[in-house]
């Protein structure tokens, strides 16, 4: 192997790497013995994501076709015979095409000993073939019902990602080099950063993501200039600082996710989608939710709607003079914000002239990979914790979504963290995606049942807030429809459903890249793309076809559209704390600053 192009290896000192894993078995026991100790006094179940009876079920099925379990083997064994004959002939100095390469979206193999080294060139191929064939055995079993042949691919995604040759040190050309070099310092580094990760994490491994240090909210994240004018239990509202001397006329609040802070919006100047709309002449509000802890345990769905969007619209006709706003709504924000406008319009209230919709999923039908960890024993589990606990920690949220990307999200930090003994480099993302916020009991309970389990929402009067049986169909406000292609927390062939629940007319436009990426995308940026059809069309794929792909950023496209609801820039920019509210303090106010860990 040392003789492979592209891979020395300096002779280690055996003194020192002797003593080094020495110090490394010594910090291994205490780590094991230490996770253990917090796994048995959390009681953690034996199966937390009940998948036992998913894999029973799937392995009954595939042992009753005998025959196709032999012709499966056979196809692996044939792709393995090939990628033999290949890494044979390359011994030999032929040219030879692989056997299998990486997908062009996948990071792992990017050092260039996978491609140059004979060696790690078969490693990667072997492992690609045998995840593929693994992967697509698993998806040929027939018989199974929908959820559990998807909980059955997730975990086996999750099986093979935690596999890869990436993830261990002798088979990563690059983790081997630093090994040697640093004579295994790198592996006592990781184990220290490991153990770092799971004492911050009360036990649980707590990924560090990011340079946890090198931001702070007001500091240098969420900066642009405002003030709170209005707090309740629930809820903080923002009023921005006018940045131009004439503003439009009709307000824009901006009801953000529960789920997690609300500075995805407002992470630096240059990405900011709040600034961006505070330039372009918009009196711009924003709902920074609490971070709830035990005490507002018996917060309720309804509770959030009355105590957020209906008591910021009130606030704002207090703080402007003006009675009709426009709305935006960001993922679980604007599924908040459908249930609102239909509690509107069964009451007959109109102040609301337009919705946006950011990557918002109003229809459950089709969850996407998040329905993984939604059933009735998981719910069930999870109403038990939540009810001694009077909350959702942050953290289990998170690891979920954290779980949908764990290449990106999980391995890449294990192999960066704790096989090269590295620090995550400072990302503002990053350090948002782990600053979690809690989820009071009572609401979080109502909305995996009511919405992804039984999908009551697409029902009329399927469900009822506030008194009020709520029916979409009512909605005949103005809708801008935003989702991402790449979305891997809403799938955008679900968003479409608002194109035929709402009775008022509808613009959906579909976005590049993902949940966040494809939202978060400033004009300046000059990065993606997005499709448009103003044509509807009764199936996502039809409409997807007719679309006219445009480059750049949607936020013109959507900035547009909403003048005509604003209205044009004629009045005097509105400073907060001018008009019926008092100034509270300075944005980003106190409830973003609560952390959940």
Same mark, same amino acid.
């Given at each position: 192997?040392?003789?492979?192009?592209?891979?020395?290896?300096?002779?280690?000192?055996?003194?020192?790497?002797?003593?080094?894993?020495?110090?490394?078995?010594?910090?291994?026991?205490?780590?094991?013995?230490?996770?253990?100790?917090?796994?048995?006094?959390?009681?953690?179940?034996?199966?937390?994501?009940?998948?036992?009876?998913?894999?029973?079920?799937?392995?009954?099925?595939?042992?009753?076709?005998?025959?196709?379990?032999?012709?499966?083997?056979?196809?692996?064994?044939?792709?393995?015979?090939?990628?033999?004959?290949?890494?044979?002939?390359?011994?030999?100095?032929?040219?030879?095409?692989?056997?299998?390469?990486?997908?062009?979206?996948?990071?792992?193999?990017?050092?260039?000993?996978?491609?140059?080294?004979?060696?790690?060139?078969?490693?990667?191929?072997?492992?690609?073939?045998?995840?593929?064939?693994?992967?697509?055995?698993?998806?040929?079993?027939?018989?199974?019902?929908?959820?559990?042949?998807?909980?059955?691919?997730?975990?086996?995604?999750?099986?093979?990602?935690?596999?890869?040759?990436?993830?261990?040190?002798?088979?990563?050309?690059?983790?081997?080099?630093?090994?040697?070099?640093?004579?295994?310092?790198?592996?006592?580094?990781?184990?220290?950063?490991?153990?770092?990760?799971?004492?911050?994490?009360?036990?649980?491994?707590?990924?560090?993501?990011?340079?946890?240090?090198?931001?702070?909210?007001?500091?240098?994240?969420?900066?642009?200039?405002?003030?709170?004018?209005?707090?309740?239990?629930?809820?903080?509202?923002?009023?921005?600082?006018?940045?131009?001397?004439?503003?439009?006329?009709?307000?824009?609040?901006?009801?953000?996710?529960?789920?997690?802070?609300?500075?995805?919006?407002?992470?630096?100047?240059?990405?900011?989608?709040?600034?961006?709309?505070?330039?372009?002449?918009?009196?711009?509000?924003?709902?920074?939710?609490?971070?709830?802890?035990?005490?507002?345990?018996?917060?309720?769905?309804?509770?959030?709607?009355?105590?957020?969007?209906?008591?910021?619209?009130?606030?704002?006709?207090?703080?402007?003079?003006?009675?009709?706003?426009?709305?935006?709504?960001?993922?679980?924000?604007?599924?908040?914000?459908?249930? &609102?406008? $239909? /509690?509107?319009?069964?009451?007959? @209230?109109?102040? !609301? #002239?337009?919705?946006?919709?950011?990557? *918002?999923?109003?229809?459950?039908?089709?969850?996407?990979?998040?329905?993984?960890?939604?059933?009735?024993?998981?719910?069930?589990?999870?109403?038990?914790?939540?009810?001694?606990?009077?909350?959702?920690?942050?953290?289990?949220?998170?690891?979920?979504?954290?779980?949908?990307?764990?290449?990106?999200?999980?391995?890449?930090?294990?192999?960066?963290?704790?096989?090269?003994?590295?620090?995550?480099?400072?990302?503002?993302?990053?350090?948002?995606?782990?600053?979690?916020?809690?989820?009071?009991?009572?609401?979080?309970?109502?909305?995996?049942?009511?919405?992804?389990?039984?999908?009551?929402?697409?029902?009329?009067?399927?469900?009822?807030?506030?008194?009020?049986?709520?029916?979409?169909?009512?909605?005949? &406000?103005? $809708? /801008?429809?935003?989702?991402?292609? @790449?979305?891997? !927390? #809403?799938?955008?062939?679900?968003?479409? *459903?608002?194109?035929?629940?709402?009775?008022?007319?509808?613009?959906?436009?579909?976005?590049?890249?993902?949940?966040?990426?494809?939202?978060?995308?400033?004009?300046?940026?000059?990065?993606?793309?997005?499709?448009?059809?103003?044509?509807?069309?009764?199936?996502?794929?039809?409409?997807?076809?007719?679309?006219?792909?445009?480059?750049?950023?949607?936020?013109?496209?959507?900035?547009?559209?909403?003048?005509?609801?604003?209205?044009?820039?004629?009045?005097?920019?509105?400073?907060?704390?001018?008009?019926?509210?008092?100034?509270?303090?300075?944005?980003?106010?106190?409830?973003?600053?609560?952390?959940?860990?």
């Amino acid at each position: 192997m040392a003789n492979q192009p592209g891979f020395e290896m300096p002779a280690p000192d055996d003194e020192s790497v002797s003593g080094s894993m020495t110090d490394t078995a010594e910090r291994c026991q205490r780590l094991v013995t230490e996770f253990l100790t917090h796994r048995a006094a959390a009681g953690a179940s034996p199966d937390p994501f009940n998948i036992g009876n998913a894999f029973l079920e799937m392995t009954a099925r595939m042992m009753s076709d005998p025959a196709k379990m032999v012709q499966a083997q056979m196809s692996l064994w044939q792709d393995y015979l090939g990628l033999w004959q290949s890494t044979a002939g390359r011994m030999l100095g032929q040219e030879t095409a692989p056997a299998a390469t990486p997908e062009a979206r996948d990071r792992r193999f990017r050092d260039k000993d996978w491609d140059e080294n004979a060696l790690f060139d078969f490693i990667k191929q072997s492992y690609l073939l045998t995840a593929r064939w693994l992967q697509a055995t698993v998806e040929d079993v027939h018989g199974l019902d929908d959820e559990t042949a998807r909980k059955v691919e997730f975990f086996t995604r999750q099986f093979v990602n935690a596999l890869s040759p990436t993830n261990f040190v002798m088979t990563n050309p690059e983790v081997l080099r630093a090994t040697i070099e640093s004579r295994g310092e790198n592996l006592v580094r990781g184990l220290g950063n490991m153990l770092e990760d799971l004492e911050r994490g009360n036990g649980r491994l707590a990924i560090k993501m990011t340079d946890l240090d090198a931001f702070r909210v007001g500091g240098n994240i969420a900066v642009t200039p405002g003030k709170v004018v209005f707090r309740n239990a629930l809820m903080e509202l923002i009023q921005y600082d006018p940045a131009t001397p004439k503003v439009r006329r009709r307000p824009l609040l901006i009801v953000p996710p529960w789920i997690n802070k609300f500075y995805i919006l407002d992470l630096r100047p240059e990405n900011s989608l709040i600034k961006w709309a505070v330039d372009q002449g918009h009196t711009v509000f924003v709902v920074s939710w609490v971070n709830p802890d035990e005490a507002l345990a018996e917060k309720t769905f309804d509770d959030y709607m009355v105590e957020g969007p209906l008591a910021a619209i009130d606030a704002i006709e207090k703080a402007t003079g003006e009675a009709r706003i426009n709305a935006v709504g960001y993922c679980v924000g604007g599924t908040l914000l459908a249930c &609102t406008l $239909a /509690y509107m319009a069964a009451r007959g @209230d109109e102040r !609301i #002239v337009s919705a946006t919709f950011l990557a *918002a999923m109003v229809d459950f039908a089709e969850a996407g990979e998040l329905a993984v960890f939604i059933d009735e024993v998981q719910v069930a589990r999870l109403e038990e914790r939540m009810k001694e606990r009077g909350y959702l920690e942050g953290r289990e949220m998170a690891a979920s979504f954290n779980m949908m990307r764990d290449n990106d999200l999980i391995w890449s930090f294990v192999v960066n963290n704790y096989l090269l003994g590295k620090d995550p480099f400072p990302f503002d993302l990053l350090y948002w995606n782990a600053d979690t916020t809690r989820i009071p009991a009572a609401m979080h309970g109502f909305y995996l049942r009511k919405m992804y389990m039984e999908n009551k929402l697409v029902t009329p009067g399927g469900i009822s807030l506030a008194g009020v049986p709520i029916d979409l169909g009512k909605i005949k &406000t103005p $809708a /801008y429809v935003v989702s991402a292609r @790449d979305d891997h !927390i #809403v799938p955008w062939k679900s968003t479409y *459903a608002h194109t035929r629940l709402y009775s008022g007319p509808v613009r959906f436009m579909l976005a590049a890249s993902g949940h966040i990426a494809g939202i978060v995308n400033p004009p300046a940026a000059d990065k993606y793309c997005h499709w448009i059809n103003a044509k509807k069309s009764k199936n996502p794929d039809t409409w997807f076809e007719g679309a006219t792909r445009h480059e750049g950023s949607w936020w013109p496209d959507w900035h547009k559209w909403l003048t005509t609801h604003a209205g044009r820039m004629t009045v005097a920019a509105r400073v907060p704390g001018d008009g019926g509210l008092t100034v509270i303090g300075d944005a980003p106010g106190v409830y973003v600053q609560a952390r959940a860990d």
